[in-house]
């Protein structure tokens, strides 16, 4: 069983940053994907950063260049950086994972508000 807990979601006025952290714990192996995704209300669960093996990245178009994913395999945790922030960053952000058996876990979900 995998458990994942996110934290380091807040408030924070627009242009600021923040830095959130997925702890996780069980069965991880770093040869498999870790993500964020984020649901603003009203709007779909998206994909906003993943990371496999260290080495392979996506980025939402929407936070290149002002959001940075990486990865602790030795803490079992995955960050996200995120500067620059906007008020359409908004939402609750959720940590994934994906292991060898396509199962697919989800954190609880930290809350980002970028207002002034």
């Known amino acids: 069983q995998v458990q994942l807990v996110e934290s380091g979601g807040g408030l924070v006025q627009p242009g600021g940053s923040l830095r959130l952290s997925c702890a996780a714990s069980?069965?991880?192996?770093?040869?498999?994907?870790m993500a964020w995704y984020r649901q603003a209300p009203g709007k779909q669960r998206e994909l906003v950063a993943l990371?496999?093996?260290?080495?392979?990245?996506n980025y939402a178009d929407s936070v290149k260049g002002r959001f940075r994913i990486s990865r602790d395999n030795a803490k079992n945790t995955v960050y996200l950086q995120m500067n620059s922030l906007k008020p359409e960053d908004t939402a609750v952000y959720y940590c994934?994972?994906?292991?060898?058996?396509?199962?697919?876990?989800w954190g609880q979900g930290t809350q980002v508000t970028v207002s002034s």
């Open positions: 069980g069965s991880i192996s770093s040869a498999y994907a």
């Open positions: 994934w994972y994906r292991g060898p058996e396509q199962d697919v876990y």
């Open positions: 990371i496999r093996s260290g080495a392979l990245i």
